[in-house]
């Protein structure tokens, strides 16, 4: 591949397809059709890859217990590309998730070295006021990294886990990366699986929206759960071709797998490492005996965190978003009518001439202006249709789509904003 992962630099993919067999992510498309209610980003395709998103759609579908939970690093404004993992989160709280929000400040002070009172500025000013705007509700869970101590010690315990050769592969670190920074990517881990602590009803599946670039986060994390846990189950073919499961024990108390074999419904054999299970008709039903074993005995039991990804958005100059380059982003707090003028200059998919554009038509697939209404300021599919195919036609001049995307964003600022100042007075009902 012609791009590395990399969660603190900004990252360009041009063909998300080859993620899917570098890395391993699944695509979107494989679990569309079990969602009632599918989010814009999915129906669009923005969302267009998952690592065992199944999970999330079994909780939903049977209404079982499930979290979503994702995190920002206060390093500056936030923008519309951070909005779409705000939009992600509060859509799965809508669907039943507990929800869950970290300010990663523990990273922010170790790999851009923020002070501490400005990350909590940031924190709260920028990010966690428009969560709120937004629509996130109180029942959800909002936290500094520095002020969780079920996140710094659930840190601690992973980093027995974890080691340089791991997080070397990983992330590209070297014998020059601080221990701080190392220590902010386990601390990653702990923010993702805490949700799962018995603080918060134990195991359950979690999900985690995030861009393409935070995937390493995902990577490590799943890697640390199953190392955290006690019992690892295989499935098994005996010389008949008779299948069964094998539970095997990972440095599990002396009596663990004892207990396992006398709760597991059917036959089983008890041997010194693991317990061999024959008959087992439902692996829901053992693998909750197994996870059940595991809390009593002192154990995690974590289940292995899903993630969706979605497309990055192209800055408005065209190429990359940058937070270092104000013109090419468009954020949450920033004037209005100053945004509106910033879409007005944005790089169109356009062709050169007006007479190119009839006889050819646009390119909308390029066109960042067209990117903001498919992202952010189109609700109605069939109006983006209209939009697209009027474009691809010719029948479409970049004026009129920068107009109308101009007096949208300048109307969801306005109220996005007004709405912000009713969230600066409900930050306690949220225990900041």
């Avoid at 799962?196 to 640390?224: C, F, M, N, S």
């Avoid at 007005?344 to 050169?352: D, M």
Wanted: proline content about 4%; aromatic content about 10%.
């Amino acid at each position: 591949m012609d791009v590395k992962l990399d969660p603190w630099s900004a990252v360009s993919i041009d063909d998300y397809s080859k993620l899917f067999d570098e890395f391993g992510i699944r695509p979107f498309d494989e679990v569309y059709s079990q969602i009632e209610d599918p989010h814009r980003y999915m129906r669009r395709k923005v969302i267009f890859g998952h690592r065992s998103y199944d999970q999330i759609t079994d909780a939903m579908v049977n209404k079982k217990p499930f979290s979503v939970m994702s995190g920002f690093m206060p390093t500056g404004k936030l923008h519309l590309g951070h909005k779409m993992v705000m939009e992600e989160i509060i859509w799965h709280q809508q669907q039943g998730a507990d929800a869950f929000v970290g300010i990663a400040d523990r990273e922010a002070h170790s790999v851009r070295n923020i002070s501490w009172d400005k990350c909590y500025d940031i924190g709260v000013n920028e990010y966690i006021i428009s969560l709120i705007a937004l629509g996130f509700e109180p029942d959800g869970h909002i936290y500094f990294q520095s002020n969780s101590d079920q996140v710094k010690d659930l840190a601690f315990e992973l980093g027995a886990k974890a080691n340089f050769s791991e997080l070397s592969a990983i992330y590209g670190f070297t014998g020059e990366t601080s221990v701080s920074h190392m220590l902010s990517a386990v601390t990653q881990s702990a923010d993702i699986l805490h949700p799962q602590l018995g603080e918060y009803d134990g195991p359950k599946p979690t999900v985690v929206p995030a861009g393409a670039d935070q995937d390493p986060h995902i990577r490590l994390t799943r890697g640390l759960g199953h190392k955290m846990n006690m019992f690892k189950i295989e499935g098994r073919e005996d010389k008949k071709g008779n299948s069964y499961f094998s539970i095997r024990s990972k440095a599990a108390p002396e009596g663990a797998l004892k207990e396992m074999s006398e709760r597991i419904l059917g036959r089983t054999k008890l041997f010194e490492g693991h317990v061999d299970v024959f008959d087992a008709d439902n692996f829901d039903v053992l693998l909750n005996t197994v996870r059940q074993v595991e809390l009593e005995f002192g154990g995690y039991a974590f289940v292995p965190p899903s993630s969706t990804y979605h497309r990055f958005m192209s800055g408005l100059q065209g190429g990359k978003m940058s937070s270092s380059v104000p013109e090419s982003y468009i954020a949450l707090t920033e004037d209005p009518k100053g945004a509106a003028k910033k879409v007005k200059r944005a790089k169109t998919g356009g062709r050169t001439t007006l007479e190119e554009q009839k006889k050819l038509g646009g390119e909308p697939e390029n066109c960042s202006v067209y990117e903001m209404l498919l992202f952010h300021l189109v609700e109605d599919d069939e109006e983006l249709a209209q939009i697209y195919n009027e474009c691809r036609q010719g029948e479409r001049v970049c004026g009129n789509c920068k107009v109308l995307a101009a007096e949208r964003t300048e109307k969801f600022l306005k109220e996005h904003q007004e709405l912000r100042e009713l969230a600066k007075d409900r930050l306690d009902e949220y225990g900041l």
